[in-house]
């Protein structure tokens, strides 16, 4: 069973940067397509980046295409949420997802079995 715990999140001021870390265990994440999805308060959990097994193909909701980068590293059995000029509507709770049935999984969230329990990203402005 693959375990995901999340690393990272904090407290920034707007505009500035974080790197959240998605640490799997249990098995290799290299077949896997792996995603980020958060949960601001009060709301319901949306999407924000995929990245296929193949980390050429990445997709990412509108709302941060061009300030967030989603990336991986096989070996380190890792996926990264890079998060730059971030805004205060950028606060919420991060989650990493990830699944073996599908190459590129997408932005449903029944695509992905497996989750970590998040962490907590707040942008004050």
């Known amino acids: 069973q693959l375990q995901l715990v999340e690393f990272g999140g904090g407290l920034v001021q707007a505009g500035g940067s974080l790197r959240l870390s998605c640490v799997a265990s249990?098995?290799?994440?290299?077949?896997?397509?792996l995603a980020w999805f958060r949960q601001p308060p009060g709301k319901e959990r949306e999407f924000v980046a995929a990245?296929?097994?193949?980390?050429?193909?990445?997709g990412y909701a509108d709302t941060v295409k061009g300030r967030f980068t989603i990336s991986r590293d096989n070996p380190k059995n890792t996926a990264y949420l890079q998060m730059d000029s971030l805004k205060p509507e950028d606060t919420a709770v991060y989650y990493c997802?990830?699944?073996?049935?599908?190459?590129?999984?997408?932005?449903?969230?029944?695509?992905?079995?497996?989750w970590g329990q998040g962490t907590q990203v707040t942008v004050s402005s």
């Open positions: 997802a990830a699944d073996s049935r599908f190459n590129y999984g997408g932005s449903s969230i029944d695509a992905y079995r497996d």
């Open positions: 249990g098995r290799s994440i290299s077949y896997s397509s």
């Open positions: 990245i296929a097994t193949s980390p050429s193909r990445t």
